[in-house]
């Protein structure tokens, strides 16, 4: 069994895959593990002030245990009051606080979707987890942002075609397809990469100027891009709408993936449901 990581922000900050955390990587500090006061210090150092869908102000608060009623619940209590919870000392709520400062707008729509989906749920007959919630989920958890200019590579990612995509499209990926995680689960997967370890992606077509854009600017894009995208409720209905990407075939996101027989291997480079 894996130990836990250390907290080592310079680790974090030479890693492709935190790439879209690293501007709020790069404010904290490199000694010791963030606290729940750390993260609440960057919420209120940004230049404008993060709220939810109730139009209430963003903190983070210590997580309450125990039986809640449904208003003190996660995703509820969001809603209703914009308190995060989170423990202490705790990987998977640090790096969902610091997806929430890099993409506030796309985390407030998804918990939006979560908690109008609650209550539909207690509304029922028969109450029951349903798809949107499920695939909420999953985006929130595993989601990797795939942004592209060429048609022709989204199709190649959806079709599974993977050696074709990241070997011998490998220069066309480099420059018109860019891959940012999303899921907090997905980045406590990233503390210590494995084969195997594979994203949820939602494509999404940009112009090919986004690609010289600086990070910080396409990060702002597609935060809006992505919360406008999910504000319609005809998306993201159903887990199919997202399309599984092997991370650590992304050119450059591991070592010796800079050979053909790399992507050999098919039983992380799977032909897939749609081949």
Same mark, same amino acid.
């Given at each position: ?73 996660? !995703? $509820? ?7 995060? =919870?989170?423990? &202490?000392?705790?990987?998977?709520? *640090?790096?969902?606080? +610091? ?107 940009? !112009? $090919? ?7 910080? =600017?396409?990060? &702002?894009?597609?935060?809006?891009? *992505?919360?406008?995208? +999910? ?45």
């Amino acid at each position: 069994m894996k130990q836990t990581p250390e907290w080592n922000r310079a680790a974090l900050l030479q890693s492709p895959l935190f790439a879209p955390l690293h501007p709020i990587l790069a404010d904290l500090e490199a000694g010791g593990f963030p606290t729940l006061q750390d993260c609440n210090a960057l919420l209120t150092s940004r230049p404008l002030l993060i709220t939810v869908q109730s139009g209430s102000p963003l903190r983070f608060v210590a997580q309450e245990c125990g039986k809640l009623p449904f208003e003190a619940q996660y !995703e $509820p209590r969001c809603y209703l009051k914009g308190e995060v =919870q989170m423990r &202490a000392h705790n990987w998977h709520d *640090l790096l969902n606080a +610091l997806v929430w400062l890099t993409f506030p707008k796309t985390k407030s729509i998804l918990n939006a979707r979560h908690y109008d989906a609650l209550i539909e749920e207690r509304a029922s007959a028969i109450p029951r987890r349903g798809a949107v919630r499920d695939v909420n989920t999953l985006l929130d958890e595993s989601g990797v942002i795939v942004v592209y200019a060429d048609a022709d590579l989204a199709e190649l990612l959806r079709n599974f075609k993977w050696k074709e995509l990241f070997w011998q499209r490998r220069e066309q990926v480099r420059a018109g397809m860019g891959f940012y995680l999303f899921g907090h689960g997905l980045y406590e997967k990233a503390l210590q990469p494995y084969v195997g370890m594979t994203g949820q992606g939602l494509l999404l077509a940009v !112009e $090919p100027a986004f690609f010289s854009w600086p990070l910080a =600017q396409q990060l &702002a894009y597609l935060d809006s891009l *992505l919360a406008d995208y +999910l504000a319609a409720l005809e998306h993201c209905r159903s887990t199919r709408d997202l399309s599984p990407v092997p991370l650590l075939g992304v050119p450059g996101w591991a070592a010796d993936n800079n050979c053909a027989a790399y992507y050999d291997n098919t039983a992380y480079f799977r032909p897939g449901r749609r081949g």
